[in-house]
């Protein structure tokens, strides 16, 4: 797949790119028909199957101090849209000046001089230029005067609801990860780099791999069923694991009015007698069900209890997943 960040530094040899628009934040259901469609017209009629999309996120530039949480990081949407077939994806860095750009200037920039673009699928709410000026009908026309054939495709809907990714980030919000995961057609995740703790998970019989959380949607605090993918010399392996989202406030001290930094502290469920070294290598964290929200214990043996019935808890999810009975 081509990876271009910025659509000037793009160079396509034809004239057959179909082209699909939009911020595409978790690749959703909705999203997903889309991306389809583009890749079956580029198949059919030989062209690229083509993605504009932007970073950072319109939002963050149009309202300064807005840091939009997101529900799949950039790199992350890249990989997810190349996974799913895509031949170019062009990451627009979004600024002011590009902000300012009219509608008309944008369609001749992007779709015309940019991709080349011979078709053309967007969105029931897709608009463009500045201040959203650009919509389906002037789209349409101009569409027209440039022999682009343009599809506006209406929304995946769910529970009688359009899929959106505001609405996977309320479920999100509200632990409802079972439905946000239909929505998304995967489970929310986290991935990243395992860092060295502060070795309390061990100390407690509880060895956790640790990650930063980075500029993503932060889970509701509390513990969760996850599954844990190991990345190790270019190996995956997939392990049931229970999770926690959190500030661990049994360890804070009260004297300290910093506030404390979120950790996803992920444990392994492992076979008897094994263990896994994951220090400096990659983890993905899959949270599949919300089991309970973070609390403080009295004491480091109350914890300690209430971990491993965390543990049994997620070692039954997990049975019952597999037999079908959960």
Same mark, same amino acid.
């Given at each position: ?154 929304? +995946?809907?769910?529970?009688? =609801?359009?899929?959106? *990714?505001?609405?996977?980030? &309320?479920?999100?919000? @509200?632990? %409802? $990860? ?105 983890? +993905?964290?899959?949270?599949? =069900?919300?089991?309970? *929200?973070?609390?403080?214990? &009295?004491?480091?043996? @109350?914890? %300690? $209890? ?21």
């Amino acid at each position: 797949m081509l990876h271009v960040r910025g659509i000037d530094a793009l160079s396509l040899d034809q004239d057959q790119a179909v082209v699909t628009i939009g911020n595409f934040d978790g690749v959703h259901l909705g999203h997903r028909k889309i991306i389809e469609r583009v890749i079956r017209e580029a198949k059919r009629i030989g062209g690229p199957a083509c993605v504009f999309t932007f970073r950072p996120h319109p939002q963050e530039v149009l309202r300064p101090g807005t840091q939009v949480k997101l529900l799949t990081l950039y790199d992350e949407k890249v990989k997810i849209l190349e996974d799913l077939g895509v031949d170019v994806v062009v990451e627009e860095p979004f600024s002011q000046d590009f902000f300012t750009l009219t509608a008309r200037e944008f369609f001749e920039k992007v779709i015309v001089r940019g991709f080349k673009a011979k078709s053309l699928f967007v969105g029931h709410d897709f608009a463009f230029g500045k201040k959203r000026e650009g919509n389906l009908e002037l789209l349409k026309v101009w569409c027209a005067e440039k022999g682009i054939d343009v599809t506006v495709l209406d929304p +995946e809907e769910s529970g009688g =609801e359009i899929v959106s *990714s505001t609405r996977i980030r &309320g479920l999100l919000n @509200e632990g %409802k $990860i079972s439905e946000a995961a239909i929505l998304m057609d995967r489970f929310f995740f986290y991935r990243g780099v395992v860092v060295k703790g502060d070795q309390r998970g061990r100390l407690l019989g509880f060895p956790t791999a640790n990650l930063k959380l980075e500029n993503k949607l932060a889970l509701p605090h509390g513990v969760y069923a996850t599954w844990a993918i190991t990345t190790k010399n270019g190996k995956h392996e997939k392990f049931p694991s229970v999770t926690n989202v959190g500030v661990r406030p049994t360890f804070k001290v009260e004297s300290s009015q910093n506030e404390l930094p979120i950790v996803v502290e992920c444990h392994l469920i492992l076979p008897a007698g094994e263990t896994i070294d994951l220090y400096g290598e990659t983890l +993905e964290v899959q949270f599949v =069900e919300h089991f309970r *929200s973070e609390k403080k214990f &009295g004491s480091f043996e @109350e914890l %300690k $209890i209430q971990i491993s019935k965390d543990k049994e808890q997620a070692q039954n999810f997990f049975r019952n997943l597999r037999t079908g009975s959960a």
